[in-house]
């Protein structure tokens, strides 16, 4: 076994995603164990994804991809895990692109605490969501005071330093991964940046619902600013302590 299998877990949360995640799990674990935290579905998500190698942690009710992250990522800590690589479980996130992640790991691993995203290919994504997309980053990128890639990509490296850190969060829903990135900020700790690949089935269908997510977005954009002013405040807080 590799170093990086011994040390990093690949962390698929899912829900209702029987037909979708077996191939997902099989490609992950040609580079990692695979963890699937099953969030309530009310299909075959968790056989399939045992039938594929998966190690499985079911939720029994679907609490939201935020509280399924927590979930698999408290069990990579006990587990004793020094990072976790998070990807979706639809197949828009390429497992062959893991060992992109995990070789900026292995350049960063003696750091304390970082973050890595795969930023996605915007130019390859549908004009309407290219255009969202773009104002979204905007926006968000103003709200935490620095030039933010893909501040929605699921695709992600998180070191245990930040995964202690982000395990605070009360977020349950897809404001969590919003607050990652607002933790990092915060604490002063480093995001790296990879591209990857973006990948959408032909004939697939959003299901945002355009002013629900929009109002969402802004409820989280806000909320992201109150965090880094408060963590990064809280962490000068505990600087001054420690040089008494």
């Known amino acids: 076994m590799s170093p990086s299998a011994q040390t990093v877990l690949a962390l698929i949360p899912a829900h209702n995603e029987a037909g979708r995640i077996g191939p997902v799990v099989t490609a992950a674990r040609r580079h990692l164990p695979v963890l699937v935290v099953d969030d309530g579905s009310a299909d075959a998500t968790a056989q399939e994804a045992r039938d594929h190698g998966a190690e499985v942690l079911s939720l029994p009710i679907n609490q939201g991809k935020g509280a399924a992250l927590k979930a698999g990522l408290a069990f990579a800590l006990r587990e004793g895990r020094q990072a976790v690589v998070t990807l979706d479980a639809d197949g828009q996130h390429d497992p062959q692109e893991i060992p992109a992640f995990l070789e900026v790991f292995g350049a960063h691993s003696a750091e304390p605490a970082f973050l890595i995203i795969g930023y996605r290919r915007f130019a390859q994504m549908p004009l309407q969501r290219t255009l969202t997309n773009g104002a979204a980053r905007w926006i968000f990128s103003w709200a935490v005071g620095r030039r933010i890639p893909d501040n929605q990509s699921g695709y992600r490296l998180l070191s245990r330093g930040l995964i202690e850190e982000v395990l605070e969060s009360k977020e349950g829903g897809f404001a969590f991964e919003v607050e990652v990135?607002?933790?990092?900020?915060?604490?002063?700790?480093?995001?790296?940046?990879?591209?990857?690949?973006?990948?959408?089935?032909?004939?697939?269908?959003?299901?945002?619902?355009?002013?629900?997510?929009?109002?969402?977005?802004?409820?989280?954009?806000l909320r992201a600013r109150q965090i880094v002013a408060a963590v990064g405040r809280r962490h000068s807080t505990e600087r001054g302590s420690q040089s008494r």
């Open 181 to 221: 990135i607002a933790r990092t900020i915060g604490r002063g700790w480093p995001i790296y940046w990879i591209p990857v690949r973006t990948i959408y089935a032909v004939g697939e269908r959003s299901h945002i619902k355009p002013w629900t997510h929009l109002t969402s977005f802004v409820r989280v954009t």
